[in-house]
């Protein structure tokens, strides 16, 4: 059958496994193909059900229809190519030719589409497996998510007067400037799409960083964080962004999961973390230890990388709301300051 649950699974059949390891990271990307702002609309839970088939996909397709209606379809389904093709770059995600084949195989061998959606598909498949590999298959998902919902679906002719660039141009400059870096990292910046690093380049100013002694290692470590947004919701709308920004930055592998980290405060001593050009401190005349935590990610090495590269400058307005934040929700026995970073009173 041509329906959602056997597209991914062909696709998951010929997934580079360690980017799309397993059903849900295939559903999730193809969710995303599909609708952008799919994370934004889909529950977690859903992924799954997606690819089993027990769920049919309703919100999704609703969403779908919501843009096609704002946008028509034309300039939905080419913008669907565009993100396939970006979160294939290079086929770091799957194989291109083995999904093709096994996509237009699936529709010699289907009974369940319109004819017009059959016919449709096979023409799409002659004129663009070749040149235009990722509209078929954009339109493949599509319809086959389409035809769930609507048994009287019809093919629709893409008008290629409205369409703009499709395939992201290699990021050549910024894979030349990678030299000294791991192999490893190297091929993660070799996937990444110009959309992908657009996100990248909006979030990592709001980034900070401390360095912490390591007892395995017997060095100290420097480490970069991003708080969390959901302990800062408002700190990140005033800035303009989204739970969804940060879920893609996970997806694409340039944050790690979100966990608690603890600061310790002691009398005459300094903790806290910095950005560029900040330092924000916690102190206390307190003869107790106090100890409170707070959520961040972790960056990986990926995204450290990529800061050096790319050199992005943090957020200085975004770090003193910070600061200000843990003024307002600290014990009342913690000092909280934030200096220059090469102020004399640090010292």
């Known amino acids: 059958m041509f329906d959602i649950p056997n597209l991914f699974s062909i696709v998951l059949k010929h997934a580079n496994k360690t980017t799309w390891s397993d059903r849900k990271k295939v559903s999730v990307g193809l969710s995303l193909v599909l609708h952008a702002d799919s994370l934004a609309y889909l529950s977690d839970t859903t992924f799954n059900k997606l690819f089993t088939g027990q769920n ?28 396939l093709s970006d979160t ?8 291109l030719a083995d999904v093709l084949e096994d996509f237009f195989e699936l529709i ?7 004819k017009s959606v059959l016919l449709g598909l096979n023409k799409s498949y002659k004129l663009n497996h070749q040149d235009r590999p990722y509209l078929f298959l954009a339109e493949c998902l599509f ?9 009287r679906q019809q093919y629709i002719e893409a008008d290629f007067s409205q369409e703009t660039e499709v395939v992201s141009k290699p990021l050549e400059e910024i894979v030349s400037r990678a030299n000294g870096y791991s192999k490893r990292i190297t091929q993660d910046l070799n996937r990444f799409s110009e959309e992908e690093l657009q996100l990248f380049r909006k979030i990592a100013p709001f980034t900070f960083y401390d360095e912490s002694y390591d007892e395995l290692s017997d060095d100290y470590i420097l480490d970069y964080y991003l708080i969390s947004h959901a302990d800062f919701l408002d700190l990140f709308t005033k800035y303009g962004i989204k739970g969804n920004d940060i879920s893609r930055l996970k ?25 560029d050009n900040l330092v924000l401190t916690f102190t206390t005349e307190s003869d107790e230890r106090i100890t409170f935590e707070y959520s961040a990610f972790h960056l990986t090495d990926t995204a450290k990388a990529l800061i050096d590269i790319l050199e992005i400058e943090t957020d200085n307005s975004f770090f003193i709301d910070l600061a200000e934040h843990f003024k307002r929700e600290s014990d009342s026995d913690v000092i909280v300051e934030i200096y220059d970073v090469d102020v004399e009173d640090l010292k």
């Open 108 to 114: 010699e061998e289907s009974q369940n589409l319109p």
């Open 88 to 95: 294939n770059y290079k086929e770091n995600k799957f194989l």
């Open 251 to 275: 997806e694409y592998g340039l944050i790690s999961g979100g966990g608690r980290h603890e600061i310790i405060v002691e009398k005459g001593k300094l903790s806290g973390f910095q950005n």
């Open 56 to 83: 049919k996909g309703r919100t999704l397709y609703g969403i779908v229809q919501d843009e096609i209606t704002e946008k028509g379809f034309s300039s939905y389904i080419f913008q669907a190519e565009k993100r």
């Open 143 to 151: 319809y086959a998510l389409a035809c769930q919902k609507n048994k």
